[in-house]
């Protein structure tokens, strides 16, 4: 079968590429608005860019109903800074409860029982519950598009990564720790550790 996606409605081409695209890593941003209220949503358009500097991205679409930025979107357009909070199995359902549409006045650390705890470099709030923080400056946003369906890139440089005692070894993550989880499409979701397998790269 052959398909252009800009044939179909945007939703559908949406849902082929999240059931190609994956599993897909989940950033949970925090972010403040200039006024101070945290903000803190999952994101699974998420990946690595490079190391030197540390880059890293995720892409806020804009809303379905009206093409409206998402709040994480705003808030860091207004303050240039975010934190990356990497989702393990244990913090899935309140990561869960961020994501529906609350208002930009709602604190969604409240909302979902979470735990804000200060960065060092910057305003937004870390998740306690999370094992890894990467506090993070913008370095670039990318847009493309503002109607429904349409997104951004957010490209951020990590300027301080905090990582939980228990994990860290040997300059190295324990992942059977951190117990990493993936995205798939609709509702489903994937652990990333249960059943992993080896395979060496040629010289
Ligand atoms: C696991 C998960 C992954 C998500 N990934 C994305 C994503 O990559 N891009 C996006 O625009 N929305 C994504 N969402 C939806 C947003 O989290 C949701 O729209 C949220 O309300 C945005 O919050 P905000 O307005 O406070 O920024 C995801 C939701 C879940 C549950």
Redesign the pocket.
Known sequence: MNIAPHELHWRDAYKLMIGSILPRP?AFVSTIDPYGTP?L??????TAICAEPLLIC????RRGTDGRK????VNIEATGEFVVNIVGERIVEP??ET????DPEVD?FQAAGLTPIPSQVIRPYRVQESAIHMECVLHDILHFGDQPGA?SLVIGKVVLMHISDELYADGKIDMEKLLPIG?MAGHVYTRAVSDTFMLERKK
Do not use: Q, V, W
């Open positions: 989940i903000n949503a999952p994101f699974s358009f998420f995720f892409a806020p679409m998402k709040d994480t979107l990561m869960n994501a529906a549409e609350f969604e997104g995205r």
